[in-house]
């Protein structure tokens, strides 16, 4: 094995036995798909004990038409008075309903012995208005007037086709999501793993580790074999991420969506019925179709694991360089500044980027190779032309060779000086030396 | 026949001048001693010759050539500040060093058991490196150097943090190395361990070489002529006759009947034959040796300059 071969399989095995990677690495896609998975859990499981509510209808026509549901049983008692009801412990409240409460909608009032959850006051509120509104509409004296209001309520489900691509795109909901995912993702991939490199060099640095190592090799594999082997680190974590993810989550979403729902999207998506028709939301029905069309997920991972491996290398010479300047930790602060605000500048030029996947601004910052894997993958769910995509690639490729012939010479003169922290003045005279 | 040969090296930093118009040569299969004060440019020294830092001027030759690159590989450094991975175990650590300097995982594998049985460290190879004494990593650290067998092997102070034993241990691994062919620069100002195994030595102070030259030469040509005396009997009748025939240094008569001894220079009149058959008949003679001195003293001396 050559000698940076070495080096590579070391920094990976180093890092990928370590427990706090295989911790983060499991734990992360269990808890993202947790938090996604979180609200229909907790509409599974939570609040299963049914809550008594006695209804006190002054008006006389609303508690007959209560219904209880899984949450709520209504208990109807016509003769309780508001007082004495409401001295019943082992009731959860009680809901007085004024006599004009047709007429006037305000008069109706929750008495909760306890704290009550949003979910549970609207589900009461929506029941009283549905109520109102058929009582309201019989009041009318018009014959099938609830059926002629239903014909007319719409329910718009626009679908973006894109003429020059000829094909679906993704709704911009869904764009915005998976964009702001990516670009959140590259830039705390490119922080966290690039401080990473540029901590384990001051520390080799410090212990004196190169001084040994440089009689066996030279500076250049080393800076090479490090970065290259925790990009290889943060490639493979987020591939187990992404096969987390899509298994988890293709063994555990059809569970949690129902059976009906997901007929009715397939039928959507097939043609057969408009969202409305199938009484779905159209949000949602695309969200599926995302999440079940492999091969577009599969080429923006592919992109992804690129301008990830790209951004990492590139940004990683540059904080191998700063770690080779210093002595300490402590010392980079200074350093380091000129490196991380390229990458918060990308963050921001990303999120400018959801209101005009096209601007001028969004295209140079996807070009630059500063800003590029950042703002670059957060455009990409937007179906930017391919020539844009492979041109940025190009770019931030050859710069990043570039980068790292730069920092290589920082590196090589950098780590044998101990003490004095330079200038930039005397790290442009580091790399101009030969 | 040499195997590196330092030519007039001057090597210059933006302060200051770390070596200026070094030369040296030195010879294959010896132990070469590069000594000096702190701050002489010993360190320097070894840095150009490993090619971690250029040279201003000058050249170095190893083998007889221009060094290049790759003779890198036939050099094994042990720098004075002990650099390991302190998160890794003992073993990997040792094979990944072993793999950098081109042995095969196998071969390494077979020649770190070998030393590790040699040093009695075979139960800390599961051992983080993080657990191990000073003296423990120190011992690491020198097998990672000679594990490749190198053909010039360079310690900086390897005998630091060493107890007496493990120092001895180290020492004779040093000459047994060189009797398998290696040549050692070791680089110190521990003068004693220079005494008992350096052939040459090389005294560099304020950037420059001020003294070269084998040991045993070296001591007898700071030897001033003077001997030391030891003898049973009357010591004034002695030492008035050493004085008649030169000077004498330093007299410590012996108590309660043990040998007294007597320090003396003769003047350029008389021989040590007339001394010795004319301090015959006056005391009985136990001992009569000429004073060498030691290294430290010549390192001293030499140092302030008062050569």
């Known amino acids: 094995m050559s000698k940076v071969g070495i080096i590579i399989s070391r920094e990976y095995n180093e890092r990928v036995r370590k427990k706090s990677f295989i911790i983060t690495t499991l734990l992360m896609p269990i808890l993202i798909l947790g938090l996604m998975a979180a609200p229909t859990l907790i509409m599974l499981f939570g609040g299963s004990e049914q809550k008594d509510i006695l209804v006190i209808d002054q008006s006389g026509i609303v508690a007959e038409q209560l219904q209880s549901n899984d949450e709520i049983h209504y208990i109807v008692e016509q003769e309780a008075s508001l007082d004495e009801s409401l001295k019943r412990e082992e009731l959860f409240g009680v809901l007085w309903i004024g006599e004009n409460f047709i007429e006037n909608n305000s008069l109706c009032k929750l008495y909760a012995n306890s704290s009550t959850s949003i979910t549970l006051e609207e589900s009461i509120a929506s029941q009283l208005e549905e109520i109102v509104e058929a009582e309201r509409i019989k009041s009318e004296g018009i014959e099938g007037l609830s059926e002629i209001i239903n014909r007319i309520d719409a329910n718009v489900a626009m679908t973006t086709i894109r003429n020059d691509l000829g094909e679906e795109s993704f709704s911009s909901g869904i764009s915005y999501a998976l964009g702001l995912g990516f670009g959140m993702l590259l830039y705390m991939f490119i922080l966290i793993y690039g401080s990473m490199v540029m901590t384990s060099v001051i520390e080799e640095k410090g212990s004196r580790v190169l001084d040994v190592m440089v009689s066996s090799v030279k500076p250049f594999q080393l800076l090479l074999g490090k970065i290259l082997g925790v990009a290889a680190v943060a490639a493979t974590q987020v591939i187990i991420w992404g096969i987390l993810v899509v298994g988890i989550g293709s063994a555990v979403l059809p569970e949690l969506i129902p059976e009906q729902t997901m007929q009715s999207v397939e039928a959507v998506q097939s043609g057969a019925m408009t969202a409305d028709q199938a009484g779905v939301d159209a949000d949602m029905v695309s969200a599926i179709a995302v999440a079940t069309d492999v091969g577009s997920l599969l080429m923006m991972f592919v992109y992804l694991l690129l301008f990830l491996v790209g951004g990492f290398l590139f940004y990683a010479s540059l904080f191998a360089a700063v770690g080779s300047a210093v002595d300490s930790v402590q010392d980079s602060q200074q350093l380091q500044t000129p490196v991380t605000l390229p990458i918060i500048l990308a963050i921001i030029l990303a999120m400018s980027v959801f209101n005009d996947p096209n601007s001028s601004l969004a295209f140079w910052g996807s070009m630059i190779p500063f800003t590029s894997p950042v703002v670059m993958m957060a455009r990409i769910p937007f179906e930017i032309p391919t020539w844009e995509i492979i041109t940025s690639l190009c770019v931030l490729y050859v710069s990043t060779v570039c980068m790292v012939w730069v920092a290589g010479k920082i590196y090589r003169i950098g780590v044998f000086m101990h003490g004095k922290k330079p200038s930039f003045k005397e790290l442009l005279r580091w790399i101009r030396s030969n | ?307």
């Open chain 2, 1 to 307: 026949m040499s195997i590196l040969q330092v030519k007039n090296i001057t090597k210059r930093y933006t302060e200051h001048t770390a070596l200026s118009d070094v030369s040296l040569s030195i010879p294959k299969g010896s132990v070469y001693g590069l000594l000096g004060p702190n701050g002489a440019g010993k360190t320097t020294l070894i840095r150009v010759i490993t090619r971690i830092t250029m040279p201003d001027q000058g050249s170095i030759l190893f083998d007889g050539r221009p060094i290049t690159d790759n003779d890198i590989y036939n050099i094994g450094y042990l720098p004075e500040e002990r650099g390991l991975y302190k998160k890794m175990k003992v073993g990997e650590q040792a094979i990944f060093f072993a793999r950098l300097k081109g042995l095969s995982r196998k071969e390494a594998i077979a020649r770190l058991k070998e030393w590790f049985i040699r040093f009695g460290i075979q139960d800390w190879w599961e051992r983080k490196v993080e657990d191990l004494s000073k003296g423990m990593a120190q011992k690491l650290q020198f097998i990672t150097t000679v594990l490749h067998r190198p053909k010039l092997l360079i310690f900086d102070e390897p005998f630091s943090g060493f107890d007496p034993i493990n120092a001895n241990l180290l020492k004779q691994e040093i000459l047994r190395l060189r009797d398998e062919g290696a040549t050692v620069i070791f680089s110190t100002h521990n003068m004693s361990s220079v005494e008992e195994i350096c052939d040459h030595i090389t005294l560099i102070n304020r950037s420059r070489n001020i003294l070269s030259g084998s040991v045993s030469e070296l001591r007898h040509r700071f030897g001033d002529d003077i001997y030391a005396l030891t003898f049973a009997g009357q010591s004034q009748s002695v030492k008035e006759l050493l004085e008649s025939m030169g000077e004498v240094l330093s007299l410590s008569e012996g108590e309660a009947g043990a040998p007294s001894e007597l320090r003396f220079r003769l003047n350029a009149r008389h021989t040590m034959r007339e001394a010795i058959s004319a301090i015959n008949e006056r005391v009985e003679i136990r001992s009569l040796s000429e004073v060498i001195p030691s290294m430290n003293d010549i390192f001293i001396r030499a140092v302030e300059g008062t050569l």
